[in-house]
């Protein structure tokens, strides 16, 4: 297993983790920080420390995404290609003629009413 596909094996890992943490938060104060601590009761650490812990988990799981994606740069690959385009290379383009059989009459009738 080449060290490009070990990236793209945490870069799927962590993008799914981010899905996670970001659908759990809900933005008006319920989802999984209220039932941590809501109703009066300390549960956990309480609903501060539960919606710290998202938060903070969530920047560093977005910045280990950007890390992750910017590091597999380096980890393709590149030693057999060339840098240079093969769009831009002129001299293998081939034309070829197309093939016209002149025994069919190509006109088009002419009604003259």
Do not use: C, H, R, Y
Not at 100 to 106: C, E, I, K, V, Y
């Amino acid at each position: 297993m080449g060290s490009f596909s070990i990236f793209l094996v945490l870069i799927v890992l962590v993008a799914f983790l981010l899905v996670v943490v970001i659908m759990v938060q809900n933005p008006k104060g319920g989802g999984l920080s209220s039932s941590f601590g809501g109703g009066g009761t300390q549960q956990l650490g309480g609903v501060k420390k539960t919606t710290d812990f998202l938060d903070k988990s969530t920047w560093a799981l977005a910045v280990m995404l950007v890390l992750l994606i910017l590091a597999s740069n380096f980890a393709i690959d590149n030693s057999n290609q060339t840098l240079e385009s093969k769009a831009l290379n002129t001299e293998e383009i081939e034309t070829q003629a197309l093939p016209f059989d002149n025994s069919q009459d190509l006109t088009l009738p002419v009604d003259n009413n």
